[in-house]
């Protein structure tokens, strides 16, 4: 069965700190993998996607790692900023028709100064 | 204005009412969907269309219909609402992606709807 499992559900951390989540896929056939974010009250923004080959992609202070091998993902945010305190979902297209798409059902990070 | 607009962003209603909620893009996308998330739950497929002609259900279609009146309007029914059917529900676009499979998606800012 194709599943995506994020840890950990929550995570508190100061500001100025960094983090990492983690994403872990039994999706198969691969196709690429995504990371959102999604703040409170609002739809989810696509931060960066992650194809077969791909083992590291960064978009600023967000860097996102892929182990094709392991099917895991990981999401490592640098330097926690207030506006960071947000819901991280990873989501998985599988190679097949149809949409496709396997969601994760969420990191929720606090950032508290 | 926003690419992806939904309306309305708040509705509460009575059990066995019906409501429609309705979603329109200018991203020029043949593709849209509506999810539904729960909290605990994530986001869960309801219905999406890749263009005017064709609907799919999704994982959750039971108690919803939908409607593609044009490439860029989708609107999602709740023909009888129950409690259950409370949660905050979001429309989405997206193009085809390479290989076929899905792109980004991009979505709209939710409807936040609560049935009593």
């Known amino acids: 069965k194709n599943q995506v499992e994020q840890s950990p559900q929550s995570l508190i951390i100061l500001e100025g700190k960094n983090c990492t989540l983690q994403?872990?896929?039994?999706?198969?056939?691969?196709?690429?993998l995504r990371w959102y974010k999604q703040d409170t009250g609002r739809g989810p923004v696509s931060l960066t996607i992650?194809?077969?080959?791909?083992n590291t992609k960064s978009n600023g202070r967000y860097t996102a790692t892929l182990d094709a091998d392991t099917k895991q993902s990981s999401l490592h945010i640098t330097a926690s900023q207030l506006s960071d305190s947000a819901s991280y979902i990873c989501?998985?297209?599988?190679?097949?028709?149809?949409?496709?798409?396997?969601f994760g059902k969420g990191t929720t990070l606090s950032v508290s100064s | 204005d926003a690419d992806v607009t939904q309306t309305p962003r708040n509705r509460i209603t009575k059990t066995g009412k019906r409501i429609m909620l309705e979603c329109s893009q200018t991203?020029?996308?043949?593709?849209m969907y509506w999810y539904r998330q729960d909290p605990g739950l994530g986001l869960r497929l309801i219905y999406y269309?890749?263009?005017?002609?064709?609907?799919n259900k999704g994982e959750i279609s039971d108690g919803y219909s939908v409607s593609r009146q044009a490439q860029a309007k989708f609107s999602l029914s709740l023909e009888s609402a129950i409690p259950n059917q409370t949660a905050l529900y979001f429309c989405?676009?997206?193009?085809?992606?390479?290989?076929?499979?899905?792109?980004?998606?991009?979505f709209g800012e939710g409807s936040r709807l609560t049935v009593l």
């Open positions: 994403c872990n896929y039994t999706v198969s056939p691969f196709s690429n």
């Open positions: 269309s890749f263009d005017v002609k064709d609907i």
């Open positions: 989501v998985v297209s599988a190679k097949k028709a149809g949409t496709a798409l396997i």
């Open positions: 991203k020029g996308h043949d593709r």
């Open positions: 989405a676009t997206s193009d085809p992606g390479q290989g076929g499979n899905t792109g980004e998606l991009f």
């Open positions: 992650m194809t077969f080959s791909e």
